[in-house]
């Protein structure tokens, strides 16, 4: 690896299985469909293997942060992970009431984002699911500038029990490509109507103060760092598949089928 360069990772030559025993499962809900420990057991016995996208994650200085696989979110999941880290003697209800406490204190971000379109014929808003097999065939990079209450970068549709169409629905497995949503200042009606527009199969981008774009790079800034954890006037932090990470101002990469997974991906039936 060359830090330098953000695309001169190898594939490593272990594959890896992933048994669920998580807070979502996003992963086997996504790579097979259930999160079904059983399930992803024989995936590993029989040797199927499906490559994955990863994403890597820079400070402003350059310096790597962390590999990302599913989500990396800056704003309100960033808060309710916060808050939930402080809540762990609640077991998972802790998420529901963290939740509810970030959605009652409402957070808004002013930053600018640099973004590098997708060069595939796909987009985030199209109707096609990630299904097996999938077949996939640089633009200059783009500005926006906004107050947001979450900046979103989804690497696969993030599917789970509580979400079945996920973060984003149409967002693959291994094309290079990850989704990213903005959610603008709105009501805390509208906010609502958003969150609640992922527990069916409603468009969860048919939304006046959401945008989304197929990209292959974001980089984000203008955010600050906090100062004060415990303060409620605190700037966010960016939740990355459930871990937290305090820097601010990120750049996020993505690199196509870096790895490889037990799994057949989810089929037609």
């Given at each position: 690896f060359n830090s330098d360069c953000p695309n001169s990772y190898k594939t490593p030559k272990i594959k890896l299985g992933v048994i669920p025993a998580g807070s979502t499962d996003c992963m086997s809900y996504v790579s097979q469909g259930i999160n079904d420990p059983e399930t992803a057991a024989l995936h590993i016995m029989v040797g199927d293997t499906h490559p994955l996208d990863l994403?890597?994650?820079?400070?402003?200085?350059?310096?790597?942060?962390?590999?990302?696989?599913?989500?990396?979110?800056?704003?309100?999941?960033?808060?309710?992970?916060?808050?939930?880290?402080?809540?762990?003697?609640?077991?998972?209800?802790?998420?529901?009431?963290?939740?509810?406490?970030?959605?009652?204190?409402?957070?808004?971000?002013?930053?600018?984002?640099?973004?590098?379109?997708?060069?595939?014929?796909?987009?985030?808003?199209?109707?096609?699911?990630?299904?097996?097999?999938?077949?996939?065939?640089?633009?200059?990079?783009?500005?926006?500038?906004?107050?947001?209450?979450?900046?979103?970068?989804?690497?696969?549709?993030?599917?789970?029990?509580?979400?079945?169409?996920?973060?984003?629905?149409?967002?693959?497995?291994?094309?290079?490509?990850?989704?990213?949503?903005?959610?603008?200042?709105?009501?805390?009606?509208?906010?609502?109507?958003?969150?609640?527009?992922?527990?069916?199969?409603?468009?969860?981008?048919?939304f006046p103060f959401v945008q989304v774009h197929r990209v292959k790079a974001s980089e984000v800034t203008g955010f600050e760092s906090s100062k004060d954890p415990e303060s409620t006037q605190t700037e966010s932090c960016w939740n990355t598949d459930g871990e937290l990470v305090e820097s601010p101002n990120i750049s996020v990469w993505v690199h196509r089928g870096l790895i490889n997974i037990y799994a057949r991906g989810v089929e037609n039936l």
């Open positions: 994403c890597s994650l820079y400070e402003e200085s350059g310096k790597f942060i962390r590999f990302s696989f599913s989500m990396t979110s800056y704003g309100y999941y960033g808060n309710v992970l916060r808050k939930s880290e402080r809540l762990r003697h609640l077991g998972p209800s802790r998420y529901d009431f963290a939740g509810v406490q970030t959605f009652l204190k409402k957070h808004v971000s002013k930053s600018e984002i640099h973004f590098l379109p997708s060069s595939s014929n796909s987009h985030a808003t199209d109707t096609t699911k990630c299904r097996y097999p999938y077949n996939n065939d640089n633009n200059g990079w783009k500005v926006v500038r906004g107050n947001y209450i979450m900046v979103n970068s989804a690497m696969m549709s993030c599917a789970c029990g509580r979400s079945p169409q996920g973060l984003s629905p149409s967002a693959h497995l291994a094309d290079g490509n990850m989704d990213l949503i903005l959610v603008s200042n709105c009501s805390q009606a509208s906010f609502i109507r958003y969150m609640l527009s992922h527990v069916g199969g409603g468009n969860r981008f048919d």
